[in-house]
């Protein structure tokens, strides 16, 4: 158990039966009453966010979040396929459960499967992917605004927004925390 005095950024609890974790917190000390702690916790499962307050003496559990190794192998529909490459175990996990975590990754690279008591909730894909550009318009000669662009479908069938330099088959690095374009490889 771990009070909400104790609270630092990147913890992660479980509140009302949901897992969270910390973004954001702060000791507040008004003139007149007593102390609270004002927090952004964003929900692990469904990815939304709160802002909720506590009094410094309320306890919750912490919870153990498992990020284990896992290669990528294929999808087949509505359940996507992984490998433990220790045990050569084979792991199939439902779309739901994943979301949009892996419109940055292809077969068999590697990515952290998250569970929390033996329950996958969520996929971590690398933090920089390099993705070959399968479409987009093509960059013309004298094209040099600052800061201009132009959207590009990678191979994975994610769309981000990359300069007009880029061109088809150019091979890319993709932020997947925040979609955007990294710079070329």
Do not use: C, W
Request: aromatic fraction near 10%; glycine fraction near 8%; charge should be negative.
């Amino acid at each position: 158990m771990i009070s909400a005095g104790e609270f630092k950024n990147g913890l992660t609890i479980e509140f009302e039966g949901e897992l969270y974790i910390i973004l954001d917190f702060q000791h507040v000390k008004p003139g007149k009453g007593a102390a609270f702690v004002r927090t952004k916790i964003k929900n692990l499962v469904s990815g939304s966010t709160l802002e909720r307050t506590f009094r410094p003496t309320e306890k919750m559990s912490r919870a153990h979040i498992d990020r284990l190794d896992f290669q990528y192998l294929y999808n087949d529909g509505e359940l996507y396929h992984f490998m433990d490459t220790e045990s050569f175990e084979q792991s199939a996990i439902n779309e739901s459960d994943i979301g949009d975590a892996l419109k940055f990754v292809k077969e068999n690279d590697m990515v952290k499967v998250l569970s929390h008591n033996g329950k996958v909730f969520g996929i971590e894909p690398p933090t920089i992917a390099e993705l070959r550009v399968v479409d987009t318009d093509p960059g013309f000669k004298g094209d040099t605004a600052t800061g201009a662009i132009k959207p590009a479908k990678l191979e994975t069938g994610a769309t981000v927004n990359v300069p007009l330099f880029i061109n088809i088959d150019d091979i890319i690095k993709v932020d997947t925390r925040t979609a955007e374009y990294a710079g070329r490889v």
